[in-house]
């Protein structure tokens, strides 16, 4: 049932980021409007089968939290940063970023549903999972990946914008944009909630390894490359700070640490080995 | 708080090394080059045997790769070196920044001048009947219920007469925040280095109903590391799912202090037991021996069956003079066959030899068959035992490393959630207008400034209904 409601969002999310660039071609308020309520209303739905699902694996007498497998994962992925980019739309009333935030969670959901290798149906937990730490531990990292996903959306946008106003550009696409600065304090705004989250999610991993394995690091590949992500986005905030390095080159950086995240996430589990769940999908 | 430039430049060689040292861009390399470096250890597996590479590289890239330290790159010395000029490079930073930090977080700015007035983003200017502004004692209470905060007031001379300026600040202490991200990392390296040098790993197996005084450490040369106390495996269990999967190991742990028994706990995956320093973690399991009931039938003695209880590994004398019995090995599959237990069989007659046999549970027939000997042995029975295996670990350093990583969460939700937010109005004798003061109210935040910007005019709104 809940894979099922999951498949339909997945077309939900594919429309509401259609609409989300017809916006970026048309401009009508009324466009941007449809797009929020379609993003919504996907985003309702995917609650609830989150919801749902969590009570079917009670129901299956193996019970636990829907974010133990690959492919609950990327749909939890996806709500994170649907959740993200509502609020952020919501206070800022920037809808013109949908077109490049929807993107990120469509393609997660895509995946999720269709790719062979994702399993989806609930499976039991192994004992290393059956943890309070698992929840918090992976809330904490997906909401920060979210996070991330925005940057890196916005920071797109912000390359793009910021050379149309080096050409000194009039009119066209790009001048429904905000203004580089409005992008660039945005990047910044994600990533200074992306980053304490990341570390929370950093550190709830720690404690937790310590809790089963007795090892707060192990230099396993998933917490080395979540410690690359966290480099990066450390070397991104003192760039910032850096004349010489604000501006577009720390915009890059943003994107690199999105790249990064997605290699934490999944790189690591489809290429390299190590002690996390999903290896197997 | 961007990089402050430094008052005085230092000169010379020390100058510039402090410089490089204390540089924002060497932060910028390091971290940098710490993502790169870092990707080697995630691609070439780690601290493997030596076995193990060689299936996958030849004898010479292995050499090559032992020797440059990509084999236990994050214990290299150039790994650990970065670190190293992370932490310089974050001391020599917080040396240079911080007094001047500190500085402006001692002493607040209460007066509001032109320099100041000047560089503000958020001004709003008004009148105030002069009288209104006789009581500054009055004035400020209503400024403090306007904005709370801690409202300082200061009269001056000015060039247009006295002067009276109000000063208030919110979340000063916020500016510290990034401060102590940095101190974190230096007290997450410090426990890091700690559990390091005192720490140590090992691990043990208890055989089901035995105990323990010491464990090993792994490596090479495995010598035993007294616990200090005994510690004691009453039983272990392991559930499956009905897929076959694990679903939960569990041993039942006794700890022995002076021969009593002072704690009891049943540890599973990320339920470990700690005491006396050391904490235990399920870790493994493994059969262990165990025992086998038997029946051995004599083919003379009228066909006489004589049941027997053994512990594999553990002889057994028979009665009268019938000799010994013992199970050797215990296999769970033999030869495809399901549970098998080897026998050795020494009749204790003069001229005859020892001899062994397997004994399968599933074919308690399969004996019966063997008409070489007089007699013959039928498996009934298999109590397997386990052992559960442990890890040990002792580590000092994990709370500094804990108290670490709470000041970096504290001080990253300080250093980007919380803002310094400062208010000053000034009132000035308005020299066109006899009786009325001029008023000046200038806002600052160093952070989240939209935000501030509507505190801000609210703040204004309720000054301008003053009159
Ligand atoms: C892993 C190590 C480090 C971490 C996690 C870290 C973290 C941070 C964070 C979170 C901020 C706040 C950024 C912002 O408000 O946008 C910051 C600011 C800063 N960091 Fe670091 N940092 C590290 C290393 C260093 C080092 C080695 C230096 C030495 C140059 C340095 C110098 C600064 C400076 C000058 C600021 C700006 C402070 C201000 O706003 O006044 N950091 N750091």
Redesign the pocket.
């Known amino acids: 049932m809940n894979t099922y409601i999951f498949s339909i969002v997945t077309f939900v999310y594919m429309a509401a980021m259609v609409v989300y660039v017809a916006y970026l071609a048309f401009r009508r308020p009324v466009v941007a409007r449809l797009a929020t309520i379609i993003l919504l209303g996907g985003w309702l739905a995917q609650t609830t089968a989150i919801g749902l699902r969590w009570y079917e694996s009670y129901e299956m007498g193996i019970g636990h939290a829907p974010m133990s497998n690959l492919y609950e994962s990327l749909v939890f992925f996806s709500w994170t940063i649907i959740l993200l980019y509502l609020i952020i739309e919501y206070r800022y009333k920037l809808s013109i970023l949908g077109a490049f935030v929807t993107p990120f969670a469509f393609l997660g959901m895509a995946y999720a549903s269709i790719s062979p290798s994702v399993n989806e149906t609930i499976q039991p937990l192994v004992p290393a999972l059956q943890s309070n730490w698992l929840i918090s531990h992976v809330v904490t990292c997906f909401l920060g990946y979210a996070a991330f996903a925005v940057s890196c959306g916005v920071s797109i946008t912000y390359i793009l914008k910021k050379r149309y106003e080096e050409r000194g550009g009039k009119g066209g696409l790009m001048a429904a944009f905000p203004s580089s600065e409005v992008l660039d304090e945005l990047v ?1 705004k994600s990533i ?1 909630i992306g ?1 304490p989250l990341l570390t929370i999610g950093i550190v709830t991993g720690a404690a937790w390894a310590n809790y089963a394995w007795g090892t707060y690091w192990s230099w396993d590949p998933k917490e080395t490359w979540s410690l690359i992500t966290w480099f990066i986005y ?1 070397a991104f ?2 760039a ?2 850096t004349r010489g390095w604000r501006g577009v080159k720390a915009a890059v950086l943003s994107i690199i640490g999105f790249v990064a995240v997605i290699f934490t996430y999944l790189g690591v589990n489809l290429l390299l080995s190590g002690l996390h769940s999903y290896g197997g999908g | ?3 402050a430039k430094p008052k005085k430049k230092q000169k010379g060689f020390a100058g510039s090394l402090a410089a490089f040292f ?3 861009k ?2 910028i390399f390091l ?1 940098i080059t710490l993502a790169l470096v870092s990707i080697i250890g995630t691609i070439i597996p780690q601290n493997q045997l030596r076995e193990q590479y060689l299936r996958y590289y030849d004898e010479s890239t292995y050499a090559t790769l032992k020797a440059v330290g990509f084999l236990d790159m994050y214990h290299s010395w150039w790994f650990v070196l970065i670190l190293a000029l ?1 932490a310089i ?2 001391i020599a ?1 917080s040396w240079k ?1 911080f007094p001047r ?1 500190w500085y402006y977080f001692s002493h607040p700015t209460r007066i509001l001048d032109a320099t100041l007035e000047k560089a503000a983003k958020l001004v709003w200017r008004g009148t105030l009947a002069a009288d209104k502004a006789a009581d500054p004692e009055s004035l400020m209470s209503r400024l403090e219920e306007v904005w709370p905060g801690s409202w300082h007031f200061t009269r001056r001379d000015g060039d247009s007469g006295v002067e009276l300026h109000f000063a208030a600040e919110r979340g000063r202490w916020s500016r510290l925040g ?1 401060y102590f ?2 101190l974190s ?1 230096l007290v997450i390296f410090a426990g890091g280095i700690i559990g390091s040098i005192y720490g140590i790993k090992g691990f043990v197996n208890i055989p089901e109903g035995e105990r323990v005084s010491s464990f090993y450490t792994y490596g090479d040369q495995q010598k035993p590391i007294p616990l200090g106390f005994e510690l004691e495996c009453r039983d272990f269990s392991v559930e499956f799912y009905e897929s076959g999967r694990p679903k939960e190991y569990s041993s039942d742990l006794v700890v022995y202090e002076n021969g009593k028994p002072v704690v009891q706990k049943t540890i599973k995956v990320n339920h470990p037991l700690s005491h006396g320093g050391f904490t235990f973690y399920q870790a493994s399991y493994g059969a262990y021996g165990g025992r086998v009931a038997v029946e051995l039938h004599f083919r003379d003695r009228g066909g006489m069956v004589l049941p027997l209880q053994l512990e594999v590994g553990q002889p057994q004398r028979l009665p009268e003079d019938w000799g010994w019995i013992e199970a050797l090995k215990v296999e769970k599959n033999y030869m495809r066959m399901g549970p098998a237990v080897l026998i050795l069989r020494d009749p204790g007659k003069p001229g005859v030899k020892p001899y062994q046999f397997w004994a399968f549970l599933r074919y308690p027939e399969f004996g019966r068959a063997n008409n070489k000997t007089n007699e013959f042995c039928v498996f009934k029975q298999l109590e397997e035992r386990y052992y559960t295996g442990l890890q040990v670990n002792r580590d000092p350093g994990v709370w500094i490393v804990w108290l670490g990583c709470l000041m970096m969460i504290l001080g ?1 939700y300080v ?2 959630f919380m803002s310094h937010k400062r208010l000053w109005l000034r009132l000035t004798p308005d020299p066109d207008k006899p009786g009325r003061m001029l008023m000046v109210l200038v806002g600052n935040a160093n952070k989240n400034q939209p935000s501030f910007a509507h505190e801000f005019e609210a703040v204004a709104e309720k000054i301008k209904a003053w009159k």
């Open positions: 910044y200074a980053f450390a905030l003192h910032r700070i | 708080m961007t990089e204390s540089s924002l060497l932060t971290l992370l490079n974050l930073c920044h930090a990034v991200v940095h990392v990253l250093a980007f």
